[in-house]
């Protein structure tokens, strides 16, 4: 079936480190989304990235959809950029997005 | 900012009684959808909407009811709550069009006593 899968579950970082965040998926996708949700609970998007590779500051995130992966870049990590991270994929146009179970990520000063 | 509001953003409740979380968008997109969130079990759809009276459930759809009578609001019912409904509420949006991306709304914490 569709499947998501994301690595690693939790991970954590001393400050100014860089880490990766990877999403796996099953299938072709039409969207790739990334979004932080902060530890007050709000969903952010991060990235729309159904191919390629984008940056915005310090994140960046490449998707290789030929290979079914997409990943996200943290350098020099702040503890502000704690929370978990979700990728969710669009497999086709009416279907709601398929979510991952997310990273949890904990960034120590 | 996606233009979603959702309402009420707090709500305690007794068991049996029935509730409604308002979504409400600003920018007339033909997708939206509910998800509840719990500890452990990351973002899980409810029911989902792709336009004014078609809606479809999702994958935890039992125990809820959704309306959609216009395209600005998405109208999530428990007709009697339960302590299993306790959780946070999601509305989200999809845009039409080049993109399609995804946006939440800020969340409803939903506590049944």
């Known amino acids: 079936g569709i499947q998501v899968e994301q690595s690693p579950p939790d991970l954590i970082l001393q400050e100014g480190a860089n880490s990766t965040l990877r999403c796996n998926f099953s299938d072709s996708v039409n969207n790739l989304q990334w979004f932080h949700q902060n530890p007050w609970g709000q969903l952010i998007n991060l990235f729309y990235i159904p191919s390629g590779t984008k940056q915005n500051g310090r994140l960046s995130a490449t998707t290789v959809a030929t290979e079914r992966y997409s990943l996200l870049y943290i350098s020099s990590s702040q503890t502000t950029d704690s929370g978990v991270y979700f990728c969710?994929?669009?497999?086709?146009?009416?279907?709601?997005?398929?979510f991952g179970k997310g990273t949890r990520l904990s960034v120590i000063a | 900012d996606a233009g979603i509001t959702q309402s009420p953003r707090h709500k305690v409740t007794e068991t049996g009684t029935p509730v409604t979380l308002r979504c409400h968008q600003t920018?007339?997109?033909?997708?939206m959808y509910w998800y509840r969130q719990d500890p452990g079990h990351g973002l899980r759809l409810i029911h989902y909407s792709y336009g004014v009276k078609d809606t479809d459930k999702g994958e935890v759809s039992d125990g809820y009811s959704v309306s959609r009578s216009k395209t600005e609001d998405f109208l999530l019912t428990l007709e009697s709550a339960t302590s299993s409904q306790t959780s946070v509420y999601f509305c989200?949006?999809?845009?039409?069009?080049?993109?399609?991306?995804?946006?939440f709304g800020e969340g409803s914490r939903l506590t049944v006593l």
């Open positions: 989200a949006i999809r845009r039409t069009g080049d993109t399609g991306e995804l946006f």
């Open positions: 920018e007339n997109h033909r997708y």
């Open positions: 969710a994929v669009l497999f086709s146009g009416n279907t709601p997005l398929v």
